[in-house]
């Protein structure tokens, strides 16, 4: 079966075998919660709403009282006949817009003998029974029955205050206020309006009876009325759920609070309800069900898709590595795959790649070790056949050079002879290096006097061409343990091939600092041409120069006794524009077998 088909099965099997049993349980934990949220936001908002009803209320009683015992007061006693007192009551009634409709004093004779509004002045009124006393700090209240009558257009309620005598025992009148109701009518109808829906919200008295309410109680006609009167429960506050009958024809969710007044004082006795149909409440839940079931149906889409995608993403990177490996049999030197795919398809892409970089590696030093063990047999046959007679010809020169009676061009032949000897002689030694390099003897040296060294003994040749060399060290000490000679050897191959290429006033640049794992890095750069990027592999072969005389063995000396010495070396273009050569070297050498 293909990896496709697999990763579609698995997919869906996964998706229906685990989704299915995950989306019942959030389903059943969202209206769970959901149930909850709604049951205590009904309650909460119930207290809360209670308490800004109890706060209200004890304020306007508090200035009811406080008003009664005012001595301004006292000029209802005598009839109020300067108006001082209907003109303070006016002040008041201004200072609290759209609280009271009106404030006036009622006397012994149940005559009103001052207002704040003109027209009530004159007319008698009959103290209605006491329906409620209620206790302020300093004194008592008493809350006469509320004057309520469909449509609510004009709802009041009646606190009245008994006004003491000052100059004798007794009371002298009374002080009302006719508080407007449609401060609580305006607060419920704002409180109606929920996230959740709407809300029916209803104040009762310690009756049972509606004294205000939202829009939908007052259209309704319910105010006064007992219909909630057995709605009442007995817990101080909570949710409950109720027939919604005459509101509704489902049932309801109801959240409840009693009053509790206000630090103790003006508990009227009264309690709220919050009342929500548990259809519109629920309603969120059936949609949110609706939702999972559309959920669903798109996850299993999209699980179809990403697993068409994850297989093919997987499959073609793998496929087109055993695509590599066939070719690779054929055709080593073929490209390296490219690391594409997941992490472990990438992994082991990489794997392969590194393999091949490897056995190219391996397949190339093989062939340098061809090439030098040709190498050796040549220095060999050389050193055999060709230094006896180089030695007879260049003692013979050297004879020759002394005879007076040898002509001019004689002279100069002798000087080509042994000029070109000495070549040979040269060029034999460096193929003897080459093939038989001596084994490293290691030192604990500093690694900055030997590039100094190496610098020094070049220096006349850089001047004679005013080619500027920098020279840095951010490696300190710089301790390493080396064949202090063979590395002089290296540096001085490095900077006299720099010095060799460069044009008069050009630039070498030497650092010297450390590298990762405990290693120096060494970077020698040249405002040269630099190296051509058809040649940079072959830099390091045998007797491969771009100079006309050069030998080819320079770079090839210094790459073995960098490799003796456990390091690398690398090229690259420099700063300048020329050439770049990175040398890395390992600080110690205990480990390694010389």
């Not at 004879?399 to 002798?414: E, F, P, T």
Request: hydrophobic residues 45%.
């Amino acid at each position: 079966m293909r990896i496709q088909r697999i990763f579609l099965l698995s997919f869906l099997a996964l998706l229906f075998l685990g989704g299915a049993p995950i989306a019942l349980l959030s389903f059943y934990a969202s209206r769970t919660t959901l149930e909850r949220e709604i049951s205590n936001s009904l309650e909460n908002d119930a207290v809360m709403l209670m308490q800004q009803i109890d706060v209200l209320m004890f304020e306007r009683l508090q200035n009811i009282h406080s008003w009664s015992h005012l001595d301004i007061v006292q000029e209802g006693r005598i009839g109020d006949v300067d108006k001082q007192l209907a003109q303070f009551l006016s002040v008041l009634d201004s200072s609290y817009p759209d609280v009271y409709r009106a404030l006036f004093y009622l006397n012994a004779a149940n005559k009103i003998v001052s207002a704040s509004n003109p027209a009530l002045i004159g007319n008698t009124l009959n103290p209605q029974p006491d329906w409620i006393k209620a206790t302020v700090p300093y004194g008592d209240l008493v809350l006469e029955n509320p004057q309520l009558a469909p449509p609510y257009d004009a709802p009041s309620l009646l606190i009245r205050a008994p006004v003491p005598d000052t100059y004798g025992a007794g009371e002298q009148g009374q002080l009302y206020g006719i508080f407007n109701l449609e401060q609580i009518f305006q607060l419920f109808d704002q409180a109606s309006n929920s996230e959740s829906g709407k809300r029916y919200i209803v104040l009762l008295d310690a009756d049972g009876r509606a004294l205000a309410g939202s829009t939908r109680i007052r259209d309704a006609g319910l105010l006064l009325a007992r219909t909630f009167a057995d709605w009442k429960p007995a817990e101080a506050h909570g949710t409950f759920i109720h027939t919604g009958e005459p509101l509704t024809q489902s049932r309801v969710l109801v959240g409840h609070a009693s009053s509790r007044g206000y630090q103790g004082y003006a508990n009227l006795g009264w309690s709220l309800l919050i009342i929500q149909s548990t259809e519109q409440a629920f309603h969120s839940i059936w949609v949110l069900w609706l939702w999972f079931g559309d959920l669903f149906l798109v996850t299993s889409l999209i699980a179809v898709v990403v697993a068409q995608w994850t297989a093919k993403r997987i499959s073609h990177p793998i496929l087109v590595l055993t695509r590599w490996v066939r070719n690779f049999q054929h055709h080593p030197t073929a490209i390296q795959p490219t690391a594409s795919g997941v992490h472990e398809v990438a992994e082991l892409s990489n794997a392969f790649a590194q393999l091949s970089a490897d056995l190219e590696r391996s397949r190339q030093q093989v062939i340098r070790a061809a090439k030098l063990a040709v190498v050796g047999e040549m220095a060999a046959i050389m050193a055999h056949e060709v230094r006896t007679p180089l030695g007879i010809l260049q003692t013979s020169a050297q004879i020759l050079r002394l005879d007076n009676a040898l002509s001019a061009d004689g002279r100069d032949m002798v000087r080509i002879i042994n000029e070109e000897t000495a070549r040979l002689n040269r060029l034999i030694s460096a193929l003897l290096d080459c093939a038989r390099p001596r084994p490293p003897q290691m030192r604990a040296h500093s690694l900055a006097p030997i590039i100094q060294r190496a610098l020094d003994l070049l220096g006349k040749q850089a001047n004679n061409k005013s080619i500027a060399i920098e020279w840095s060290n951010l490696a300190g000490d710089g301790l390493i343990e080396c064949d202090e000679e063979m590395l002089v050897q290296v540096f001085l191959n490095l900077v006299l091939n720099a010095i060799q290429i460069l044009p008069k006033g050009g630039q070498i640049r030497v650092q010297l600092d450390d590298a990762e794992s405990g290693q120096l890095r060494i970077t020698i750069e040249d405002s040269g041409p630099g190296i051509a990027e058809d040649i940079c592999q072959r830099l390091f072969d045998p007797f491969f120069t771009t100079r006309e005389s050069g030998i080819g063995l320079g770079l090839t000396v210094t790459q073995q006794i960098i490799s003796a010495h456990g390091g690398s070396i690398e090229t690259g273009s420099s700063r300048f524009g020329g050439a770049c050569f990175i040398v890395l070297l390992p600080q110690h050498q205990t480990e390694r077998t010389c």
